[in-house]
Nanobody, 125 residues
């Protein structure tokens, strides 16, 4: 079955960096776009970024220039490099498999078929 497993979350100070990883299995990885979402307490799940099968990327405006998504089709892994972290980046981060090879903005949860369990990112002094 389809599985996505996030790792790499933790506590980091404002201005710091973290790299999240998403290990996938159970589907033909290089056929599908993969997305990263986040959900803070009391807020709706927000699409952060996505990467198409050909490496085309999309970002929500609040993370442009700070976050970078990448994928390794050989190892079926997706990464989210997060730099210059802010307190407002605090959330549970999820990776998700879309239902198609190419994504269009906005990055909506309804466009994604399978989800990981999430990893907590806390940005605090």
């Amino acid at each position: 079955q389809v599985q996505l497993v996030e790792s790499g979350g933790g506590l980091v100070q404002p201005g710091g960096s973290l790299t999240l990883s998403c290990a996938t299995s159970g589907f033909v990885f290089d056929w599908y776009a993969i997305g990263w979402f986040r959900q803070a307490p009391g807020k709706e799940r927000e699409g952060v970024t996505s990467i198409d099968r050909d490496g085309t990327t999309y970002y929500v405006d609040s993370v442009k220039g700070r976050f970078a998504v990448s994928r390794d089709n050989a190892t079926k892994m997706v990464y989210l490099q997060m730099n210059s972290l802010k307190s407002e980046d605090t959330a549970v981060y999820y990776c998700a498999q879309s239902g198609s090879a190419y994504m269009t903005k906005p990055i909506l949860p309804s466009k994604f078929a399978h989800w990981g369990q999430g990893t907590q990112v806390t940005v605090s002094p």
